[in-house]
């Protein structure tokens, strides 16, 4: 039995060997660990984290696809003001500080001011009637002087008016051509005056004509056979932007004449009537209204015209009022001190003498309506 046991040498010697190299090679654990006393250590593997995918590309629209944006549109209002004496200078160097100017009763914050010297773009807008003829005459003879005042960046336009409306000279910078328009009118055709038709007909030319514009009327204000009324002509002349009125009655003068003349009582009424009318149109768009009692007034009343319409503050803002419902808004402006005191402003003369301040602006607008 013990010689059965004994293994022979070379049989011996290979199970030694592989012994020992089983000893010599310890065994990789599968988690990746080295081999310890008790076996082999688990430490995680660290797996290789795959690379994200890059970010895709932004897709460009084909030129078929439509592209949308969006735009507000915030209204901005501006108003012309003409700030003067009483006696009608003007009042020069007023800053942004100077001014309020509230909308509805709500001040509203001034965005943009300046003091302009604007060019003339008016159109003269003269009655001329049977009715007083000789009167008118005078007149026209002192509308001269509004022409003679232009300045070569001016453009106006001569129109008369009866029952109907004619347009003499269309807008022009030439002198001789308002000149010659106002030397045509020698026989006038008839005594009825339509001054409602003649001033909406002016407004609606007037609306096409871009910036800023003036209408001197010079007109008794009375009308006999209009198309349209009295609130229908003040409704056209609120709606219509950008257009100053400045209106010179002949009813007053013409009273005075006609009795100096012996032409018995007029119609003393028809005319207190016309007057409220024409300052009417004048109050309404920022202008002013005369009412000369003599034919010697017209030069000064047209050289005075001529300065309120070169020396304006433009004010501008945006309203609170953001709706764009076609509403009439009213305009209110103030002078202030400008020193933060909200006191009123006080002009003094080069004599100590505080002067009456007159401000002559629009008194309101009317609203866009969200269609236009």
């Known amino acids: 039995m013990i010689a059965g046991l ?44 795959p690379v994200p995918p890059p970010p895709p590309r932004p897709k460009t629209p084909s030129s078929d696809s439509p592209s949308y944006s969006i735009s507000v549109d915030v209204p901005l209002v501006n108003i012309d003001v003409s700030a003067n004496t009483k006696d009608g ?29 604007a060019p003339i773009t008016a159109v003269l807008l003269v ?30 336009a001569v129109t008369e008016f009866d029952m109907r409306t004619h347009i003499l000279v269309d807008f022009t910078q030439d002198k001789r051509q308002i000149y010659g328009a106002l030397n045509t009118l020698r026989i006038p055709g008839f005594s009825e005056v339509n001054v409602f038709d003649a001033l909406y007909d002016t407004l609606d030319r007037l609306d096409r004509v871009e910036g800023r514009k003036e209408i001197v009327l010079v007109s008794s ?5 209009s198309r349209i009324n009295l609130d229908q002509i003040l409704k056209k002349v609120k ?7 400045f209106s010179i009655s002949t009813g007053a003068a013409f009273l005075i004449w006609a009795e100096a003349h012996g032409m018995g009582s007029m119609r003393e009424l028809d005319y207190l ?28 009343i047209f050289k005075d015209i001529a300065a309120r319409v070169r020396n304006q503050y433009t004010i501008s803002y945006h309203p609170v009022n953001h709706k764009q419902d076609g509403s009439y808004r009213k305009v209110k402006v103030e002078l202030v001190a400008g020193d933060g005191s909200g006191k009123p402003l006080i002009v003094k003369n080069e004599k ?12 309101g607008y009317s609203a866009k309506h969200q269609v236009e």
């Open 6 to 49: 004994v293994l022979p040498p070379q049989v011996a010697l290979a199970q030694s060997q592989s012994q020992s190299g089983q000893q010599q090679q310890p065994e990789v654990p599968e988690a990746g660990g080295p081999a310890g006393d008790t076996g082999p250590m688990a430490i995680p593997k660290k797996t290789e984290k």
């Open 89 to 117: 200078g003007f009042i020069p160097g007023l800053k942004k500080e100077n001014f309020r100017i509230y909308e509805d009763g709500v001040e509203q914050k001034i965005t943009n001011f300046a003091q302009t010297e």
């Open 127 to 156: 009655e001329f009637a049977n009715g007083s003829y000789a009167f008118m005459n005078d007149a026209l003879v002192a509308s001269y002087n509004f022409a003679a005042n232009l300045k070569k960046d001016d453009w106006v």
């Open 221 to 225: 204000g009375r009308d006999t056979f």
């Open 239 to 245: 709606a219509t932007p950008n257009v100053t009125i």
């Open 273 to 300: 009537q016309a007057d409220n009318e024409m300052n009417e149109y004048a109050k309404l768009t920022g202008g002013q209204h005369y009412k000369p009692r003599f034919e010697g007034e017209f030069p000064d």
């Open 352 to 363: 100590g003498k505080e002067l009456k301040t007159v401000l002559a602006y629009r008194e």
